[in-house]
């Protein structure tokens, strides 16, 4: 069975500091990673994935297969970066449905 | 706004009442699924379609749920007597199949269900 766990419900940093949200997941075969970022009164939208390797928002996060980890980590936070964020997976293309299994979220609050 | 679009936004309803809910997908997006979200918990997968078949419900998906995507565009999630306990926001999202096995999927806004 697909799992991910993301041990914090709430982090909480000052503006500026860097930021790690942590993510570790359990598959038996080869997973996509993806962050997905919910901030308020809007909807769940994509923040990155683990096969483009982009930076979006100074976010990266890095696919530790050793580990099980895909922690998403910024040098310096932002005020705007205050949101519900999401650690998911699915499986990588081929037959099947790609459905996404999430984390429960960790909610991240920077304080000005 | 070219998004996924969920109606209605808000539901409440009595416990032992159906309730439906619809979901228009991006257009031409082949790939559409069904998620529920508690109270802090992520969102889990009920079910998913590519075109108009159904082809994997999750056990989660009793045999009171049953969802719909007739000519392959838009998709409904009935709920038949509701319980307490199927008050979640409902979720649905949406996902174009490519070659090179790209799988963003574009979630709507919800429809969150509250039973009394």
């Known amino acids: 069975a697909q799992r991910v766990t993301q041990p914090e419900k709430l982090l909480s940093v000052f503006k500026g500091a860097p930021v790690e949200l942590k993510c570790n997941y359990s598959?038996?075969?080869?997973?996509?990673l993806f962050w997905y970022v919910q901030y308020s009164r809007q909807r769940l939208q994509l923040l990155l994935r683990h096969i483009s390797r982009e930076s979006i928002k100074g976010f990266t996060a890095d696919l530790n297969k050793g580990e099980t980890s895909f922690h998403l980590k910024k040098p310096f936070a932002q005020e705007e970066d205050s949101a519900m964020y999401y650690c998911a997976l699915s499986r990588v293309h081929g037959a099947g449905s790609y459905q996404l299994t999430f984390g429960k979220g960790t909610k991240l609050s920077v304080i000005p | 706004d070219t998004g996924v679009s969920q109606d209605p936004r808000h539901k409440i309803t009595k416990r032992g009442q159906n309730v439906t809910f619809r979901c228009d997908p991006i257009?031409?997006?082949?790939?559409l699924y069904w998620y529920r979200q508690t109270l802090g918990q992520g969102p889990e997968f009920l079910t998913y379609?590519?075109?108009?078949?159904?082809?994997?419900k999750s056990r989660l998906l009793s045999d009171r749920f049953s969802a719909e995507r007739p000519k392959g565009s838009f998709s409904t999630l009935e709920i038949q007597r509701t319980e307490q306990g199927d008050s979640a926001m409902y979720l649905c999202?949406?996902?174009?199949?490519?070659?090179?096995?790209?799988?963003?999927?574009?979630f709507g806004p919800g429809t969150r269900l509250t039973v009394l």
């Open positions: 257009s031409e997006h082949n790939r």
């Open positions: 598959y038996s075969g080869s997973p996509e």
């Open positions: 999202a949406s996902s174009l199949i490519r070659t090179s096995g790209d799988n963003e999927q574009f």
């Open positions: 379609f590519q075109n108009e078949a159904q082809l994997e």
